[in-house]
């Protein structure tokens, strides 16, 4: 076990194509994000999937950005499936390596399809997006902490608010504004103003995680922000989730290919999802040929 003593996060944690991803479960995280929200200091939550993973392994500023995040949680099935993949213990027989690994992938991606629980552990589950913004919400309730809610379209971003201030009940909404303003003085202001203590930044990334970067230290009442991604055009019935037995077998790339959306006119979603799917594959592939096991090993607080 390998300490990586870098870590700002607390918890133990797993290297994906050299990103630390944190090892927590769902129900570890409402505790974690109370105790962040009644805490002093900023604490910064990101939502890992394939996409993430890669643009990290490519972008420098990027990869900082994850590196030094409190709190890196796995939101896609493709980070479970990479952590244990590359946890498989190898061989040191150069020529039966690139067999074994290349067995390895096939096997472990035919299990994720097959038998979803296969890839738990190293991390023990993915925690999607929707699902940890309740969790989230469901702290935030517990503790008494204003919420602000930054980014989407407007309409988007007023009835997400509406139907999860319905779905929480005893949520204190401080605020929200939508994600298209060109000058980002104006949310600061808004969000400085509401009180917040939880603060949801729903502007796609990078955009998301460098706004939090630039701005999160100047916000004097927030103590959790979070890169949200696409979650409220979920909740507010703009983009429907995939199915259930999808989400578990990790292919929800699959079904953003079939709904052909694309919301945001930057690269479409489907176009992103055929990218980041098998290029993540094989690059976890290869990333593996090259670094052997010991990147897919927990790495202690
Ligand atoms: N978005 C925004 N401002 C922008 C670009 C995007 O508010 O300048 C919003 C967009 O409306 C969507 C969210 O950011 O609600 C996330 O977009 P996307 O689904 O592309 O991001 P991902 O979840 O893939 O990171």
């Known amino acids: 076990m390998e300490l990586d003593s870098n870590s700002v996060s607390t918890y133990q944690s797993v290297r994906v194509l050299g990103t630390r991803v944190d090892v927590i479960t769902q129900a570890a995280l409402e505790a974690e994000i ?3 929200l009644a805490g002093a200091r900023l604490c910064r939550v990101a939502k890992l999937n394939a996409e993430f993973l890669m643009r990290a392994a490519d972008d420098p500023e990027f990869a ?5 995040s409190d ?3 796995a939101d896609g099935a493709g980070v479970v499936w990479a952590a244990r993949f590359l946890s498989l213990p190898t ?6 390596r690139a067999f074994q690994v290349v067995g390895q992938a096939l096997v472990s991606l035919v299990a994720l399809l097959l038998r979803p629980a296969y890839c738990r552990g190293p991390l023990p589950e993915r925690i999607p997006g929707v699902e940890a913004l309740h969790t989230m919400l469901e702290a935030a309730v517990e503790t008494r902490s204003p919420v602000f809610f930054f980014g989407s379209k407007a309409e988007v971003n007023q009835r997400a608010r ?3 201030a319905r779905q929480h009940p005893g949520l204190i909404i401080a605020g929200g504004c939508h994600g298209y303003q060109p000058d980002s003085e104006a949310p600061l202001r ?3 103003a509401s009180g917040a203590r939880l603060l949801i930044v729903a502007l796609g990334s990078p955009k998301q995680e460098y706004w939090i970067r630039d701005h999160g230290k100047a916000l004097s009442t927030v103590r959790v922000a979070v890169g949200e991604g696409g979650s409220l055009d979920f909740i507010a019935g703009d983009s429907r989730r995939a199915p259930r037995w999808m989400q578990e077998r990790g292919l929800e790339w699959l079904w953003r290919l079939l ?4 919301r945001t006119g930057r690269k479409s979603r489907p176009r992103r999802a055929w990218d980041s799917v098998p290029r993540f594959i094989w690059r976890v592939v290869v990333w593996k040929l090259r670094h052997g096991a010991r990147q897919g090993a927990l790495d202690a607080p």
Not at 64 to 68: G, I, V
């Open 162 to 164: 509406e139907l999860l």
């Open 190 to 192: 808004q969000i400085e």
């Open 64 to 68: 900082a950005y994850l590196e030094n």
């Open 259 to 262: 709904m052909n959306e694309d």
């Open 34 to 36: 109370s105790a962040r």
């Open 91 to 96: 061989t040191s027989r150069a020529g039966l």
């Open 71 to 73: 709190l890196n949680i």
